[in-house]
């Protein structure tokens, strides 16, 4: 009894013994299992501006974290050297990174690509040790949204506002244009160019040309002055010479007409140059003359012009250049020269002598810049108005003549020469006429409009 009461007073010593060892026990391997979980190579899951880690994709790699990220545009990229020339879309000064062949480079929908499959112009996320300028990801970025092949895009620089159709969108003085393998500024932008637009929410930050733009000069094209002129499918303009017209790049026909002449030719536009497409010689030649005025003496003798006997009551309409002249009439000095006409208007006088006599054709030529219509030799002074004139208006084209003067071809102006006098109109082909005209004095103009001359 004595040795039952023993073992049970021993049984309550000894249970807190063992309750505390267990416990101690536990407490231990609960802390061992923390020891063996915490590595002091890992580095704790958490993040940096928002941005998700990287994870390695081959254990012990050096890159997988970032402590940047950001939207950006790609600039340029050096596959020798291994860097990207990139500008946010938060930032004024573009960036330089560097990659290697562990940096994450993946297209829109998530492939893996390489560094030179990124189109410049290409929104992107990135993310980069900022210190280190490391280049860790660059994924063609999946937000942003991309319209390619647009043909009318228009620009308000002022409002800093593209629209695209009837869609708005803002852009900034740091958009990204890129022409071929270049940059350029976006005023090199044309209404004829083809291109990739690309932004994020409201705003263009990149255009890529696909289909740029070359300039047609038109040069000799005299033939078509007045005419159309079409390129392509670019609105018609009017011909004029040196007209330059902005073409999209490519093969397109240009026309140009002018009443019933018409001209096509093909040609190539060739992106930022100018094509040069000459129209000599075509169409219909614009034929420059001058009016030449023969005062002859005396009056009846005969007149070849170029071996053709020529009327010379009214101005006759020579060709610009030299013409063999020939006057001549029974009882005189036949008269042989050339005429050089270069002017619209000239005055040719011609005196023959008489056979008998030894003198030679007196000839004197009074172009038109210098031409001034002589007071009439039977025009008293007193009676000339040298502050007012006498215009003749109607018929038209016809020669006139003053108390039996020539005049000139109406329409035409003079001094005016008060009192009554005869006007003769003269023109080929129709009759001649007179009018008595009593011109007043009274300080005033006098304007003399007949009626039309009757055909023969």
């Known amino acids: 009894m004595d040795n039952y009461e023993d073992i049970?007073?021993?049984?309550?010593?000894?249970?807190?013994?063992?309750?505390?060892?267990?416990?101690?026990?536990?407490?231990s391997i609960i802390l061992l299992t923390m020891m063996l979980g915490f590595s002091p190579n890992k580095a704790p899951n958490k993040k940096s501006n928002g941005a998700e880690p990287i994870q390695d994709k081959q254990p012990g790699?050096?890159?997988?974290?970032?402590?940047?990220?950001?939207?950006?545009?790609?600039?340029?990229?050096?596959?020798?050297l291994k860097k990207i020339t990139l500008l946010t879309t938060e930032a004024e000064e573009p960036i330089t990174l560097f990659y290697s062949g562990g940096t994450d480079i993946k297209d829109k929908f998530g492939q893996i690509i390489t560094a030179a499959q990124?189109?410049?112009?290409?929104?992107?996320?990135?993310?980069?040790?900022?210190n280190s300028s490391k280049l860790i990801k660059i994924h063609e970025s999946s937000m942003t949204w991309e319209n390619v092949g647009v043909s009318n895009l228009t620009i308000d620089p002022l409002s800093m506002v593209m629209k695209i159709g009837t869609s708005n969108y803002k852009f900034n003085d740091n958009i990204v244009v890129v022409d071929g393998k270049d940059l350029v500024s976006v005023e090199k932008l044309a209404e004829q160019d083809v291109l990739i637009v690309r932004g994020y929410e409201d705003t263009i930050y990149s255009i890529t040309i696909l289909k740029g733009h070359g300039t047609v000069r038109l040069v000799d094209i005299a033939g078509f002055s007045g005419g159309n002129v079409t390129v392509g499918y670019e609105a018609m303009q009017k011909v004029s010479e040196n007209l330059v017209i902005p073409v999209r790049e490519g093969n397109f026909n240009i026309t140009v007409e002018n009443g019933k002449y018409s001209v096509t030719k093909n040609i190539e536009i060739i992106r930022n140059e100018e094509t040069i497409v000459s129209f000599d010689g075509l169409g219909q030649m614009a034929e420059e003359n001058g009016m030449?005025?023969?005062?002859?003496?005396?009056?009846?003798?005969?007149?070849?012009?170029?071996?053709?006997?020529?009327?010379?009551?009214?101005?006759?309409?020579?060709?610009?250049?030299?013409?063999?002249?020939?006057?001549?009439l029974g009882g005189y000095t036949?008269?042989?020269?050339?005429?050089?006409?270069?002017?619209?208007?000239?005055?040719?006088?011609?005196?023959?002598?008489?056979?008998?006599?030894?003198?030679?054709?007196?000839?004197?030529?009074?172009?038109?810049?210098?031409?001034?219509?002589?007071?009439p030799t039977w025009a008293n002074d007193d009676d000339i108005d040298h502050d007012h004139f006498i215009y003749v208006e109607n018929p038209m084209d016809a020669s006139v003549y003053m108390n039996g003067e020539f005049m000139g071809t109406s329409p035409i102006g003079f001094e005016k020469i008060i009192g009554s006098h005869v006007f003769t109109f003269i023109r080929d082909g129709y009759e001649t006429i007179s009018y008595t005209i009593d011109i007043e004095d009274d300080n005033m103009d006098t304007y003399i409009s007949m009626p039309d001359l009757i055909p023969e």
């Open 61 to 80: 790699s050096e890159y997988g974290y970032y402590d940047t990220e950001a939207l950006a545009i790609v600039m340029d990229y050096d596959t020798t």
């Open 118 to 130: 990124v189109s410049i112009g290409s929104m992107v996320d990135i993310g980069y040790i900022k």
């Open 8 to 27: 049970k007073r021993k049984r309550k010593i000894t249970r807190p013994i063992v309750t505390l060892l267990i416990g101690l026990s536990f407490i």
């Open 334 to 375: 036949t008269y042989e020269g050339y005429l050089k006409v270069n002017e619209d208007k000239k005055t040719v006088k011609i005196d023959l002598p008489e056979a008998t006599s030894s003198e030679e054709a007196d000839v004197t030529i009074i172009d038109s810049v210098t031409e001034d219509i002589s007071t």
């Open 292 to 328: 030449i005025t023969f005062d002859i003496n005396p009056f009846g003798a005969d007149l070849f012009i170029d071996g053709m006997l020529t009327l010379y009551a009214n101005p006759v309409k020579l060709a610009y250049g030299e013409h063999d002249i020939t006057v001549s």
